[in-house]
């Protein structure tokens, strides 16, 4: 129990508990290693990050050129759809990107430099994998920032300090989220323009401008028929074409009849 060179355990260690959880230094390690992934690496490709670069609505960050690639091998092969196969090149694509169909679907992410080389924000000067700190981009324009830089411009009119573009707080994604409130504030986003037949990058969805033309075509129709009624000011036909017109004298005739 001493003087032998070795360490004496404490209670914590000898009586282990299976409902205990991970301690936040564990957390924080597994958080560290999962940021430092994900800001390097394309989740599609499993290579390193390389710009440009292009993000969807849930923050996820990828290579632009293998979104690319995946979107032509999903058209040509059907990539994704029930029964087919999957792709050799992106082996797990229909499971991470099933939702990407189009480029509309993401936004190209710019990013700030410092002379290092790294991304940083260029209103507060933070690396973008900081622990503790919400990096994210504006939609449409695809600059980023951090969260708390973003939310303290003076600017009545939310204009992006880049491009001048302008921006709602609502269409600041944060990028590779790992709190769950997060995480679920953009798929409510996502939910809200999809109601209104509107993409992530805020452009309108393939099949919503479908419908909006054929509902134009309806319409047009609709108002064809309105006017061939309207001219169409002729003798009324019988409800059957066999059928011999009713010689019954009309209300009007019949009362003129009894008064006289």
Known sequence: MGNDGGSIPT???LVKDSTLGPTTAQIFEKNQMNAEYFWKTCLLSNKKLEEPLVSDYRGNIYNKTAIIEWLLEKKTRGLGKEGQTT??????????????NSMKDVVEVKLSRDKEGNWICPLSYKEVDSMGVRFGYLVPCGHGFTDNAIRQLDDPEGRCPECSEKFSLDDF??????????????????????????????????????????????RAALDENDSEIVVADKPKLTSHPLQPESHEPSKKKRFETIVV
């Open 173 to 218: 994604i944060v990028l590779n989220p790992l709190k769950t409130e997060d995480r679920e504030q953009l798929e409510n986003r996502m939910d809200s323009l999809t109601a209104k037949g509107l993409t992530h990058s805020l452009k309108p969805l393939k099949n919503a401008k479908n419908a909006k033309k054929t509902k134009k075509r309806l």
């Open 11 to 13: 209670r914590r260690e």
């Open 87 to 100: 792709s050799e090149k992106f082996p797990k694509g229909a499971m991470i990107v099933q939702h990407i």
